[in-house]
């Protein structure tokens, strides 16, 4: 199966693991990649699957159609691009003690199509983040019982070279966050602030909040990215 990015009109082959993972959608969810090329999000659903299961090619924001025929201007000059192959599914790691709030964290991070990833400390945390690329990142201010000023996994986020940090949404959640106040986040060196009271709306919050991310920085972030690699 192959899909083509609304973005960068790159031509990407979706991986068995993830078709089966739209196959498995139920209705309403979405399932969030990121383009290998531009850095961008792409959003799918069931409906993005080819008809009767084929392996056609899909255009993401449009109605299914056809294969075109394929390019061969390469026989020409001798000069082809190898297919760029979309395999991880874009993970969210969570720092939230066991529990409710927990539990409605995840169910959010899930229906926006991201795989939460839990951890036992802040350790264990930053650890993780040593050898894995995480798209965002949620700490609760009641993780470490030393709150969120004193917590050395918030500092290690705040001392995170730009060269990865940029590419990681960090959302805070705790009772004395105001939802939604930039400034506030800016303050925390985070890209979003949530108060735990309103985690029953946190999709919602999702849906609103990272969209404006994507757009205000997804270009920024994509030509940093090419220039850096």
């Known amino acids: 199966m192959k899909i083509t990015c609304p973005n960068c009109s790159k031509t990407l082959k979706i991986s068995d693991k993830i078709r ?8 309403g ?4 990649l990121n383009c290998p090329k531009c850095k961008e ?3 799918l659903d069931a409906s993005h699957l080819p008809a009767n299961n084929q392996q056609g090619e899909v255009v993401v924001g449009s109605t299914i159609k056809p294969p075109s025929a394929p390019d061969i201007t390469w026989l020409k000059n001798g ?3 190898e297919e760029e ?3 991880d599914i874009p993970q969210t790691l969570i720092l939230a003690k066991p529990g409710a709030e927990r539990d409605n964290i995840c169910k959010a991070v899930e229906n926006i199509g991201y795989q939460a990833t839990f951890v036992r400390s802040g350790k264990e945390a ?4 040593q050898f894995t690329n995480y798209a965002s990142v949620i700490l609760h201010d009641n993780f470490e019982e030393s709150g969120l000023r004193t917590s050395d996994f918030h500092q ?3 001392d995170m070279s730009m060269h990865k940090r940029r590419f990681i949404f960090y959302i805070l959640i705790g009772p004395g966050f105001s939802t939604l106040y930039d400034l506030e986040a800016l303050s925390y060196s985070a890209n979003l602030v949530v108060n735990s009271s309103e985690i029953s709306e946190l999709l919602t919050i999702f849906r609103k909040a990272i969209p404006q991310y994507e757009k205000l920085f997804g270009d920024l972030m994509a030509e940093i990215n090419a220039y850096s690699g």
């Open 41 to 43: 999000s792409i959003a």
């Open 126 to 129: 930053m650890e993780k983040l």
């Open 85 to 87: 192959v979309v395999e």
């Open 29 to 32: 969810r979405v399932l969030r």
């Open 20 to 27: 089966k993972g739209l196959e498995q959608l139920g209705p």
């Open 79 to 81: 000069v082809f691009e």
């Open 156 to 158: 290690f986020m705040r």
